[in-house]
T-cell receptor, first 115, second 110 residues
Framework: KAGVTQTPRYLIKTRGQQVTLSCSPI?????VSWYQQTPGQGLQFLFE???????NKGNFPGRFSGRQFSNSRSEMNVSTLELGDSALYLC??????????????FGNGTRLTVT | QKEVEQNSGPLSVPEGAIASLNCTYS??????FFWYRQYSGKSPELIMS????GDKEDGRFTAQLNKASQYVSLLIRDSQPSDSATYLC??????????FGAGTRLTVKP
């Protein structure tokens, strides 16, 4: 079974630009979660989508948004990039995150550098 | 605020020793607990899950859960240099929110 696929692997953007990251979950997984990981803050939850609906949202500004398509693929968008947005962005899928014994499976991540 | 706490380390053990990683959580209704391993520059990889009190063994790894004391631990027997990584504890809280600890960095010295 193919794993979680994230594209692109690396991105370099300048302040003020916007960026879109893509995630294809494991086949059959309907829940997609997004995390930001930085050395100082660890894994920070951005949001989770299930069946095209955002179910949970972390404590990030409105510049961070996402969506999920009918095939469960998900995208996240960051507008008006800031230097502090430089991080590893991780996508994780599960059959249903709200089921207690449903672990997350992570993709390889997209490393975003904002200059 | 529902927290998951881990010692950041670094934890250094000699090759062949037992590495013990600990995690505490604040939400008493948490139902499921996971350990992830993350190599430098890579994404987290699930290595263990545990849902009920007691021990769960998988090869060289043993997860231990004590819900009354609100802690979960991971033991790595016969530690190898290839075990050197950051280990993340994750807790699925009662509100179905998966929370991660900051991770413990483990170094196994040959």
């Amino acid at each position: 079974k193919a794993g979680v696929t994230q594209t692109p692997r690396y991105l370099i953007k300048t302040r003020g630009q916007q960026v879109t990251l893509s995630c294809s979950p494991i086949s059959g997984h309907r829940s997609v979660s997004w995390y930001q990981q930085t050395p100082g803050q660890g894994l920070q939850f951005l949001f989770e989508y299930f069946s095209e609906t955002q179910r949970n949202k972390g404590n990030f500004p409105g510049r961070f948004s996402g969506r999920q398509f009918s095939n469960s693929r998900s995208e996240m968008n960051v507008s008006t990039l800031e230097l502090g947005d430089s991080a590893l962005y991780l996508c994780a899928s599960s059959p249903d995150r709200h089921v207690y014994n449903s672990p997350l499976h992570f993709g390889n991540g997209t490393r975003l550098t904002v200059t | 605020q529902k927290e998951v706490e881990q010692n950041s380390g670094p934890l250094s053990v000699p090759e062949g020793a037992i590495a013990s990683l600990n995690c505490t959580y604040s939400d008493r209704v948490s139902q499921s607990f996971f350990w992830y391993r993350q190599y430098s520059g890579k994404s987290p990889e699930l290595i263990m899950s545990i849902y009920s009190n007691g021990d769960k063994e998988d090869g060289r790894f043993t997860a231990q859960l004590n819900k009354a004391s609100q802690y979960v631990s991971l033991l790595i027997r016969d530690s190898q240099p290839s075990d050197s990584a950051t280990y993340l504890c994750a807790v699925n809280s009662g509100d179905n929110d998966m929370r991660f600890g900051a991770g413990t960095r483990l170094t196994v010295k040959p």
